[in-house]
């Protein structure tokens, strides 16, 4: 008994002293939900933009068709199956609309902020400093991204989960034993994981959080408790590969052409790069390419980044005694980010992205919020500067998320946009503002932009299937076939390509040819009506009048136009 007392006084000793204030703190983590949804209700308007968000959704088989099966399937290279059932409730209450996609995504980011504040309101022991950042986390334009675009769901809702998991981890933390709150946690990190795979780096923000606690993170029992978390990360990691492979995605550490050391200098320079666009996000691309000069090298920036931060870490080390929320907030931030700095490519269409930085964001936010803190303590003549700080940047950045959101209106003025600030992104730029056009109809402009995709990066695989299909409107049916085989070669299960290509044998006459491609998509796709149709008349064309019939007949009996 003497010995379980002694644990406790010792946990108590560690853990945050608490500070009191229960009125005001009441409407906190409601100020700070409320105000993240109603920013991002603004966006409420918005449709979906021609990246991903159609295939995550309504295009996918997953959402379309939703059973428990989802939990077999894989989608973009991805096993997410609790975000496609949000997008397939979502899709199920709204008929499809952008609306209900994007109220699911403001509603889980508003959930994320009250869970941000209940989060640090245990780490930090001060419920004004948690405010400071679930505020920070609701407003800041780098999470525009993450809740804006419909087919990052998965950010705002792996986080939820890993929000929980972290909080039911701190409560944890104060138990003798591996109580609910461990079970709890375990049990919401294995709901994050099936929601995204990034979340995979829970167990580093779980040492993170003991070093917070002042608890020793590699002590015996810490290992311990921590090993199913990192049995779970690494078997969830090892899957995401799988996944990505399956679905044709470059995966690996020289991916892209860059080297080992390339990809250092790419790391070290991400670091600094969200660091600054954390502070000053201005610029905010849906891309930020790593372009090299035209010898082949790096600008002087990338060669300078190792030693800027490596500077940068060793103050923040040296510091940890004076200013341990800076050293905190800057563990926390790492153990979030690590996973997602571009060592290595597991098949995501960029390196670095402003939604990679969702949760990890909020070690620097806690550091913002630790300033007053620091300077009452250490230098109080600058506590006023420091609250003015704090006062102006989420002033600017509640606007300048305001005009964000705005840049999600449609896929033309997104890709515009991000053209401005962070230029073509190696063709990438045309082939997604051509999708755009074609959507709006004007095939002229969006064949200009396949084209011109294709001569400056002829490894941009889907630009051959939406200019093959174009190409075939325009009765240009060799070229199509061209860029139709071109596509088929990489992914040789679209049952649509297949049917697209079998028309346009059908339109140069090779009946044969296209009797299979139809099969094919049959075969891949058995409720595909319009294959029936066609597949019926191409039968009649070669003599099976009684197979045409026969196709003909299920095409009327599954009732498609």
Not at 129 to 155: D, G, K, R, Y
Not at 307 to 323: H, I, M, T
Request: aromatic share 16%; hydrophobic share 50%.
């Amino acid at each position: 008994m003497a010995k379980q007392i002694s644990k406790k006084t010792s946990s108590a000793k560690n853990a945050p002293k608490v500070k009191t204030n229960a009125a005001p703190e009441r409407w906190m983590p409601w100020v700070a939900a409320g105000l993240a949804f109603l920013l991002f209700a603004t966006g409420f308007g918005n449709p979906m933009v021609a990246m991903d968000d159609h295939s995550a959704t309504v295009d996918n088989p997953a959402v379309k068709n939703f059973s428990l099966a989802v939990f077999t399937q894989f989608n973009l290279g991805m096993y997410a199956p609790l975000t496609w059932m949000g997008y397939a409730m979502a899709n199920a209450l709204g008929d499809g609309k952008a609306l209900w996609f994007h109220l699911f995504s403001a509603l889980a980011h508003a959930a994320n902020a009250f869970l941000v504040f209940r989060l640090f309101r245990r780490l930090e022991g001060d419920a004004t400093v948690a405010f400071l950042i679930a505020l920070f986390f609701a407003i800041h334009p780098m999470q525009v991204e993450a809740v804006s675009w419909i087919a990052a769901f998965s950010t705002p809702l792996f986080a939820l989960f890993s929000l929980l998991a972290l909080d039911a981890y701190v409560r944890h933390t104060r138990e003798e034993t591996l109580g609910k709150n461990y079970w709890l946690a375990l049990g919401f990190f294995v709901l994050a994981c099936l929601s995204k795979s990034a979340a995979v780096a829970l167990p580093l923000s779980l040492l993170a959080v003991d070093l917070w606690l002042k608890r020793p993170p590699f002590s015996r029992q810490s290992l311990l408790e921590k090993a199913p978390f990192f049995a779970l990360a690494l078997g969830f990691g090892l899957f995401t590969f799988y996944t990505r492979a399956q679905a044709g995605h470059d995966v690996g550490a020289l991916a892209g052409g860059f080297s080992i050391a390339d990809r250092a200098l790419m790391a070290c320079h991400t670091l600094l790069f969200y660091w600054t666009k954390l502070i000053a996000p201005f610029g905010l691309s849906i891309w930020y390419p790593f372009e090299k000069t035209a010898s082949g090298g790096w600008p002087w920036t990338y060669y300078a980044a190792p030693v800027v931060l490596a500077g940068l870490l060793w103050w923040v080390w040296r510091s940890r005694e004076q200013a341990p929320f800076v050293f905190r907030g800057v563990l926390f931030y790492l153990a979030n980010i690590l996973f997602a700095l571009p060592f290595y490519t597991i098949g995501t269409f960029e390196l670095r992205s402003d939604r990679y930085n969702y949760l990890a964001c909020l070690g620097i936010f806690a550091m913002l919020a630790g300033l007053p803190g620091f300077f009452r303590e250490k230098k109080p003549a600058q506590v006023g500067a420091a609250w003015a700080l704090l006062i102006v940047l989420p002033l600017i950045w509640f606007v300048t998320s305001w005009l964000r959101i705005r840049d999600w209106r449609d896929t033309v003025t997104l890709i515009e946009k991000a053209m401005a600030a962070q230029g073509d992104n190696f063709g990438k730029a045309y082939l997604w503002r051509g999708m755009a056009l074609g959507d709006r109809g004007e095939g002229r402009k969006a064949l200009e932009d396949f084209n011109k995709a294709i001569s400056m990066n002829p490894d941009l695989i889907e630009a051959y299937k939406y200019r093959g299909g174009l190409l075939g409107m325009a009765q240009q049916f060799d070229a199509s076939l061209a860029d139709l085989n071109k596509y088929l070669e990489k992914y040789p299960n679209e049952p649509d390509i297949y049917y697209n290509r079998a028309l346009t044998y059908v339109n140069l006459n090779r009946y044969q040819e296209a009797l299979a491609d139809l099969n094919k998509a049959l075969e891949l796709a058995p409720d595909f009506t319009r294959a029936y149709r066609a597949r019926g008349n191409v039968r009649k064309q070669l003599g099976d009048e009684a197979g045409g019939e026969e196709d003909l007949k299920k095409f009327e009996g599954m009732g498609q136009k």
